[in-house]
């Protein structure tokens, strides 16, 4: 670690590490342009790289967000914060017009381990995240696509809330409009627990034996008869997150494929939340891939969240023959974020050598497989959805009528807090009448999660939910 030249070590530590006291905590909530802070301040973890956090009054709390899923690697990671070190001493920035080793070595590695069709493929990294990966996805579809003016996007989707990107998610509660609302056009997602062709089975994801995947022919009639032109492309979450954690069935998947290429539409998955493992494979192209031995891998794909394991990175990635991006179409001052991509860059290289996505296989199996079994008792549990450490557990006040119990999700929130687990909710799903509803849970912890805390895990959600429920009675 090399010296400081300007300040003494030890002011740079105070400046750091000095506990915050009530006067600048005052200060910050009355200043603070966001309203967002929640209560409690988080100040570190246990232990480097483990899956807890603890707050300012020594609590230590068993993460199942990941903060944001982002986390993969756990809180603090020593690897990571090595390298990120190792890095800043090297280069902190470059113009993004210059190559660096880094740079070089992290689009070399991602065009390799790309899956399917976009395999030795093209990369654009940003610092800031999902929203702006995929407006540069719709820059490059724009690029490459020069007849259509509009994008397919799905009901429940979340793609950003970036002015343009959260025009293509589900409404959000905004005291403003999104902007370039007219080139989406939105159509049913494949939830085949909420079927609105009434199927009624479509538990975990996998469509009614007798469904007839009506949703697969309203994407087709939105696409062939369409007024304004063939669109010029199609965003979809293969595996919807923040709209509840929903797998679409596999049919849907080959067959939005299919209707992509023979009316020449880019396909873009989201993969903000699956890519890098979350799914147990690197990619929830490869999970759809290895489970049922079908390739539905799109033209463009766009990462972010665990990507350099909780350092700011967004990635866009397109298949070899897509038209690159000129220097002014894809461009802003830190879009070559050097430190993020040494993250990056050791981040894969962790998930392949030490087999972490074993361990998400076997420890996401365990935390399903025991809420499943629960739900035998409990018949508030209406769905649990996966794969891998992708968990969602819908809440229903009636089994039948699956009417959406939200009240039981924030109070659970609230016990297992109390309890010390933390636990994730589900995007809000609101319309202008005030129509709400947020009623999936999320257990979405750091893919190194170890046995004793997956077990913890179980524990805590059963102990949580019996409080919760008991607090109805
Ligand atoms: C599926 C999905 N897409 C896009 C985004 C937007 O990413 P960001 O917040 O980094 O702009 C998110 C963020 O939650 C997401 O979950």
Redesign the pocket.
Known sequence: MTNPIYLEKEEIERLINNPLNEEELLICRREHLLTNAREHVIVGTPEPGSSYFTTQEGKNILDCTAQ?WTLNLGHSNPDISYAVSLQAQKTIHTNSMFLTPVRVKLANKLSEILPGELKNGKISVNN?????A?ECAIRVAMVNNKKGKQFIVFRRA?????LV?AGASQRLPHRFPSLGNEIWVRTFFPYCYRCPWNYKEGLGGIRDKSCNMECLDMVRDTIELYPNGTPIGCII?PIQ??GGQIPAPIEFLEGLKEICKNNKILLIY?E??TGFGRTGKMFATEWYNSTYNTDVSPDIMTL??GAAAGVPI?ITVAKPNIRQLTEFEEHSTFCSPQLAMAACLVNIEILHKHKILENVVKQGNKITSFIKELAEKIPEIGDVRGPGLFIGVEFVKDRQTREPYNDLLAKMIHTGWKNGVYFGEGMQITSTAGYFIQNVLKIKPPLTLKDEESDKVCELFEKSLKEALASFK
Do not use: V
């Open positions: 944001a800031s995240g999902g929203s702006w995929l979340y793609h950003g809330s970036s990107m979450e997150g923040p989201d903000a939340q972010t969240k967004g």
